[in-house]
């Protein structure tokens, strides 16, 4: 079941951080989080269109503009019932670390796209939330970013009750 949440966490003249795309499964939610940033300043070469945006290659690929590394980017979640779990990294398909005692949450952010200027990735959480609160914390800590948002935890919990099974009569796989 999709929950509308479209949020843009922080907008500066270089840089915009949004969380989408909020998923409920059974037992997982899914939500993405996009960075994107301005075309560098330095062109490689003016095009029919004006400046050609320079793109740094790493290891033969094309990669974004160098403004971050995305290791360096954090995701956390807080439950209203007090338990939390921080991402190992942004893209690295480590499980998060949970930071609290009960019942155990997964936080695992997945291996995510990108275009020159933007990147992305999927965050899975799983038990999906109890009612409540849902605290989202995005950071970047070399760049002195740190975003906070909140989702409806209630509302997740509608959307999980809405869900129809993929297969009822077996356990679910998300």
Excluded: Y
Excluded at 35 to 54: F, H, I, K, T, Y
Excluded at 56 to 77: A, H
Aim: hydrophobic share 45%; charged share 20%.
């Amino acid at each position: 079941m999709t929950v509308p949440v479209h949020q843009v966490l922080l907008r500066t003249p270089d840089l915009v951080l949004l969380l989408s795309d909020v998923l409920v499964f059974s037992g997982t939610i899914m939500f993405s989080v996009r960075l994107v940033v301005r075309a560098v300043s330095n062109p490689v070469a003016a095009g029919p269109d004006g400046p050609v945006p320079r793109v740094r290659k790493v290891s033969g690929r094309r990669r974004s503009p160098s403004f971050l590394d995305r290791s360096d980017i954090r995701i956390g979640v807080k439950l209203a019932d007090g338990r939390s779990a921080m991402s190992a990294g942004w893209g690295r398909g480590e499980h998060g670390t949970a930071q609290s005692a009960g019942p155990a949450i997964t936080l695992d952010c997945l291996p995510g796209g990108g275009l020159p200027g933007a990147v992305s990735t999927t965050v899975l959480l799983s038990p999906v939330p109890p009612a409540g609160p849902v605290v989202v914390v995005v950071a970047i800590p070399s760049r002195q970013i740190r975003e906070v948002t909140t989702l409806d935890g209630a509302a997740l919990q509608e959307a999980r009750e809405r869900v129809q099974p993929f297969w009822p009569d077996a356990e679910q796989p998300v």
